[in-house]
């Protein structure tokens, strides 16, 4: 049986026009060392969850090499959509051209393995952020209600018996703050690990880990995290 793990934020760009070094060192030569490092640790027969911001490309056509270099990799490959992945147009659309051993999470759910079940959506800027506009909150009660489309989704196909994950892309809470009420969601719907990238550079300290309220919450974008993939002991 295999094994399950999560990546997020590869902020891949193979034509090379997003060069991801101008962000430090860190960043050098990423695309290598992470293709190097998910080689390594994951397997033909495992899955791996990407927490968006897959790819610089603005469109279908230009993302069609970011997404052979993630078909290459070893795994099935459950992608989410980040907020920096504008190539993702409709759902229809994405879904005709994902390569083989790649699925999509859109306003649905997944199971993997028939032991555990994916729910998820992007999530955004909470409205109780000092950074947060009228229409952030617009869009994050539009992405809370994706998540609960997921959910029944999950409910209605697998039921509760079995193990679920919450894959997201924006944090559902940060350190110091209260939980957003995704938190409140995911746990309604019985989700035991929460997946979640988007935070980069200082803002890595935010990221809210481990065991909290019955629930364990695995930050794991790729900066973060060495740029290798992150077991999830589901």
């Not at 994951?42 to 090499?65: F, H, M, N, Q, Y």
């Not at 993702?88 to 393995?113: F, M, N, Q, T």
């Amino acid at each position: 049986m295999g094994r399950l793990f999560a990546l997020g934020d590869l902020h891949l760009s193979t034509l090379g026009d997003k060069p991801m070094d101008v962000f430090g060192e860190p960043w050098r030569e990423h695309t290598r060392r992470m293709a190097e490092a998910w080689d390594d640790t994951v397997r033909d027969g495992d899955t791996i969850l990407l927490a968006g911001d897959l790819s610089w490309a603005k469109t279908l056509e230009e993302a069609a090499g970011d997404l052979a270099w993630i078909a290459a990799r070893p795994g099935h490959k459950i992608l989410l959509r980040g907020n920096h992945d504008s190539w993702w147009s409709s759902i229809a659309k994405v879904r005709a051209r994902l390569p083989p051993g790649c699925v999509a999470l859109h306003h649905d759910s997944r199971e993997i393995d028939g032991r555990t079940v994916v729910v998820g959506s992007r999530g955004w800027l909470a409205p109780g952020d000092p950074a947060a506009t009228p229409e952030d909150a617009r869009v994050f009660l539009r992405e809370l209600e994706r998540l609960r489309m997921s959910i029944a989704d999950a409910d209605r196909r697998f039921g509760r018996a079995r193990p679920r994950v919450g894959l997201l892309h924006y944090p559902p809470w940060l350190e110091g703050s209260e939980p957003t009420e995704v938190v409140a969601v995911l746990r309604e719907a019985e989700v035991e690990h929460v997946v979640y990238g988007h935070l980069h550079g200082d803002d890595h300290r935010l990221a809210v880990r481990g065991e909290r309220e019955g629930a364990w919450y695995h930050f794991v974008a790729a900066d973060a995290v060495g740029f290798t993939p992150v077991p999830i002991p589901c």
